[in-house]
């Protein structure tokens, strides 16, 4: 009886020990993060969000962030050989078709994960082959994705008519959340 008994309190000491070096190394969030999350900021908490860094455009000449003030932006980070990233294109395809006459611009951001990413004429074909009709920017240097606090592939930003953060979300999943933000975004005036 007591080695179980010794044997338990030694199970339970070292769950508590992997919790607590988990938790102040960072490692909960890290794991956390991998599952998708998600923060939606109310308009008094919002910043303005970073001008995107210089890069090559695709379907689009050059967007500037002050130059799209009145209409709610989506900005994507991803990269086209990451599997999440394809698997969350069908729900942003599918808003920038529906919500583009009601004021939706959307922008993907490109920040390679790989060397072969970094290839213009390379991504120029998957925007293409994937069907991408929306603004594809490069963030080789990933001057952008530093400005973002970007941490993952995917991570999708929405933008108020302000140019104010208002929802952030990293991995995949959570697109009823995000259509519902798009609507309630594209409804607000125009203050």
Not at 48 to 58: K, M, Q
Not at 75 to 99: H, M, Q
Not at 122 to 143: F, P, W
Not at 151 to 164: M, V
Request: hydrophobic share 40%; with cysteine; net charge negative.
């Amino acid at each position: 009886m007591d080695r179980r008994r010794n044997m338990l309190i030694g199970i339970v000491a070292g769950v508590v020990i992997v919790a607590a070096l988990s938790y102040v190394t960072g490692l909960t969030k890290l794991i956390r993060s991998s599952f998708g999350s998600s923060a939606e900021y109310k308009s008094s908490e919002s910043v303005t969000a970073p001008e995107l860094a210089a890069g090559d455009w695709i379907n689009s000449e050059p967007l500037k962030l002050n130059e799209l003030r009145g209409r709610v932006v989506l900005i994507e980070f991803w990269t086209f050989g990451c599997i999440n990233c394809r698997n969350t294109l069908p729900f942003v395809k599918s808003w920038a078709d529906r919500y583009r006459e009601k004021g939706l611009t959307v922008i993907g951001v490109h920040s390679p994960e790989f060397d072969e990413e970094r290839n213009v004429e390379q991504l120029r074909r998957e925007v293409t082959s994937l069907g991408i009709r929306y603004a594809v920017v490069t963030d080789n240097d990933y001057q952008t994705w530093s400005a973002y606090h970007v941490e993952a592939w995917p991570t999708t930003f929405l933008l108020d008519k302000q140019g104010r953060i208002r929802w952030m979300h990293q991995g995949e999943g959570s697109y009823d959340e995000a259509e519902r933000l798009i609507q309630k975004l594209l409804a607000e005036k125009d203050t």
